[in-house]
């Protein structure tokens, strides 16, 4: 039977119509735009983090539990492109997206065994099955073929190769080049041997198989094979293809443990980390670091018999405000408790938070020469009756405030917060960046002068950063690159008072009267320094500022165990000096501002009283602004001193150096009037013993008397003496006080 011409013809007709359809349709899709969105790195992607010199910290996973970390085409390792392109795709610059000869050989494969057995996929097909998670069957093939034609056509190869190294999987998790060069070789990307790149090109085809954390051996063979196909392709000579061949097959046995885990963990739990998509160079300087968590683990070693488990380290860069050292534990991954943070923990610092105090009292018309009352005082609060004490439990009578704060003495601390104002103080503290401390100004009282109140030790080392910056508080920063913050800032103390401050706390004689003439906080340049220590030893601080860098340290326990009579300057103090000389050596401390610098100006004063000399006294120079130097001094007079009636019924601890005398301290009279004139200090039989190393300048002893009327005569073995201390010698001496017709004599003994 035959048909009709026109009708047999017909059905080959609408073939070709249909088929010339979909080719036109397929061009016009296929020349569509690749929406920017399905190419851009998922939001979901872990990060790399890189200290500021470019070494690796630490890759974080992703959320679905993958290590993803994106690197540009460029800071790829050439023998990489060459190796994936050889091993996947070798006419992958020739083809179009799909290769017609690989797909007509895979084609003739797949119908001979009746199922998808190859898929001769480019590497822009890859991309593709990446991309839109298209499954392994007829259809799925068919849909990467479509989708590589369009990647082609809309993007360029570097993109594609970019896209596709970034995202194809290379076992255990590793998904990307970058993660995978971490993670086997603990080494970057931008810099691997051939045999690296070939190994890793040789995972894409077998990931969970053949990585070398399953089979080293199957993981040698493929990275062989791949290292054949490159020799196939010439992509490089033998002898550096022989080489390769004899080079381990891993570079690291394990998953590498992080750098820096306490500033990594912190940086990513920020947010603002993963928003990069890709490495992110931090403001940290690893071998610092490294030399900071070094001396953080020795003096655990060396304090754990006085009871000292823990200890914390921040360094601060002053102009940056970036984050230079970050130390929360000795052993972040110690089982118990090595992922506790002391930099961000909050706890009690002690006599750390007064130069914030003492700055807020010199904005007030205080000034460095003020004398204040370290005499026994009650303050009546809320609570009941409050007498502070020292650390040394003893009152030193008139103190000046330079004194005051450089020897850290309790008792004129709380005298001066009590005159600017606890709420004062605290919103003080608020400017300075303290935001630990959350409670009202009545919950803390008139205690908050000497530290009661919770902060971290990085607020604290960006507060003193503020001083260090003239007064004015920024925030700190975890990327370096960004230059100084010209912002505004906030104001916590005047330029002036922040200068005083740090003339204060960089003045080593300050300290002598509490620490003795050598502490571990005297450098070679000009620091700014401080300590502090919480009730009950519990908690050691310490923190040095210069001009470029901040160092801040805590030494304690986490489960706030006190620790055996260590203080600030004996536990913390050593640490925080090795750490200053480790920063110091990597970043020139600078020249903190001087008080000439500010345009305050030099005064002669006395030394007891702070007014300025007019009579033959023992004196200083101390600087004031313009406009607030002190009146002309009124104690000492033609006759000898006469301190103030506020002081007349005082007693204080006798100090050679750092030792208390074998009397001790004893508690002041509290009826002058009943006792009559005497001296207070020395007492009569007391014993004095020179401290070894102590310069004999240091070795003094202060002359009290109480129950006069008058000015005080002195007389040390029948020999007129001027000044309130006295410089011992070896011997038995005789000193007598003389008021009018009043006099007392005492007997005291100075061994050698």
């Not at 009590?418 to 960046?433: D, M, N, Q, W, Y």
């Not at 990597?586 to 006395?606: F, K």
């Not at 102590?694 to 020999?719: H, K, N, P, Q, S």
Request: proline residues 7%; positive net charge.
């Amino acid at each position: 039977m035959s048909y009709p011409r026109r009708v047999r013809r017909r059905p080959i007709r609408r073939v070709l119509q249909a088929t010339a359809a979909g080719l036109l349709l397929l061009a016009g899709w296929t020349s569509l735009p690749v929406d920017p969105s399905l190419l851009a790195p998922s939001d979901a992607a872990g990060v790399t983090l890189l200290d500021r010199f470019g070494a690796s910290l630490r890759t974080s996973r992703a959320a679905d539990g993958s290590r993803q970390t994106w690197l540009p085409l460029e800071r790829m390792d050439p023998d990489l492109l060459v190796a994936f392109v050889a091993a996947e795709d070798r006419r992958f610059y020739d083809h179009h997206g799909v290769d017609p000869l690989a797909l007509a050989r895979a084609t003739r494969a797949n119908l001979a065994a009746g199922r998808v057995v190859s898929g001769a996929s480019t590497i822009t097909m890859q991309l593709a099955r990446l991309l839109l998670g298209t499954p392994r069957t007829w259809f799925g093939k068919a849909a990467q073929a479509v989708w590589a034609l369009r990647l082609d056509r809309r993007l360029s190869k570097q993109v594609i190769l970019e896209q596709y190294l970034n995202r194809v999987p290379l076992g255990q998790s590793a998904v990307g080049v970058a993660a995978a060069a971490r993670l086997y070789f603990d080494a970057g990307a931008e810099d691997l041997s051939l045999a690296q790149a070939a190994m890793l090109a040789g995972l894409a085809h077998a990931p969970s198989r053949d990585n070398p954390f399953v089979s080293l051996v199957r993981a040698a063979a493929r990275r062989d094979r791949m290292l054949d196909r490159l020799e196939r392709a010439g992509a490089d000579s033998r002898a550096g293809l022989a080489r390769a061949r004899e080079e381990p097959t891993l570079g690291s046995a394990a998953p590498a443990r992080f750098a820096a885990p306490h500033f990594t963990s912190w940086v990513l739990a920020r947010g603002d980390s993963a928003r990069s998509r890709s490495a992110v160079r931090t403001s940290l300087d690893l071998p610092l670091q490294q030399s900071v968590e070094a001396e953080v683990r020795h003096t655990v070693a060396t304090m754990r018999s006085f009871g000292a488990e823990q200890a914390a380290a921040v360094v601060l860069d002053n102009p940056t405000g970036e984050i230079l050292a970050w130390v929360g534990s000795p052993d972040f991954f110690e089982a118990d408790a090595g992922q506790v943070d002391m930099v961000v923990s909050a706890r009690q610092p002690g006599s750390a938070l007064k130069p914030f105090l003492y700055g807020l009292a010199f904005d007030r018309g205080l000034t460095p020469a003020t004398v204040l009352h370290d005499v026994a005082t009650v303050y009546r609060t809320a609570t009941g009756p409050y007498l502070p004490r020292n650390y040394d439990r003893a009152f030193h009578g008139p103190v000046r405030i330079r004194e005051a704060l450089g020897s850290s003495y309790n008792v004129p601390a709380v005298e001066t917060v009590s005159r600017v104002g606890v709420a004062a103080f605290l919103e003080t503290l608020h400017r300075a960046g303290f935001a630990s401390l959350g409670r009202p100004a009545d919950h803390y009282g008139l205690g908050l002068a000497l530290g009661n109140g919770d902060v971290t030790l990085l607020e604290l080392a960006n507060g003193y950063r503020a001083i260090a910056t003239g007064g004015l508080w920024r925030p700190v920063r975890w990327r370096t690159g960004d230059g100084s913050d010209a912002g505004p800032g906030v104001r916590v103390m005047s330029r002036d008072a922040a200068v005083q401050v740090l003339d204060v706390l960089a003045d080593p004689m300050a300290r002598v009267p509490a620490f003795g003439p050598s502490t571990p906080l005297d450098f070679a340049f000009r620091a700014a320094a401080k300590t502090g220590t919480s009730r009950h030893f519990t908690d050691n601080w310490a923190v040095v500022t210069t001009a470029r860098f901040t160092v801040a340290v805590w030494v304690g326990n986490f489960n706030g165990r006190p620790m055996a009579g260590v203080s600030g300057i004996t536990g913390a103090g050593p640490l925080v000096q090795r750490i200053v000389l480790a920063t110091a050596a990597r970043y020139q401390p600078g020249q903190l501002p001087l008080p000439s610098d500010a345009g305050l100006v030099p005064v002669t004063i006395c030394r007891l009283s702070g007014l300025e000399a007019r009579h033959e006294c023992p004196s200083l120079t101390e600087w004031f602004r313009p406009g607030t130097a002190p009146a002309p001094d009124d104690w000492y007079t033609a006759h000898g001193l006469a301190l103030p009636e506020e002081f007349a019924d005082w007693s204080g601890a006798r100090v050679l150096g750092n030792a208390v005398t074998a009397a001790g301290a004893r508690r002041r009279a509290t009826d002058s009037a009943a006792a009559g004139f005497r001296i207070t200090s020395p007492r009569n039989g007391d014993r004095y013993r020179f401290v070894p190393g102590v310069a004999l300048e240091y070795a003094t002893v202060g002359l009290r008397a109480a129950g006069a009327g008058r000015a005080v005569r002195w007389f040390i073995d029948g020999r007129p003496h001027w000044g309130p201390r006295w410089a011992v010698e070896p011997g038995i001496h005789r000193i007598r006080a003389v008021a009018g017709r009043d006099e007392d004599e005492v007997a005291v003994e100075v061994l050698p």
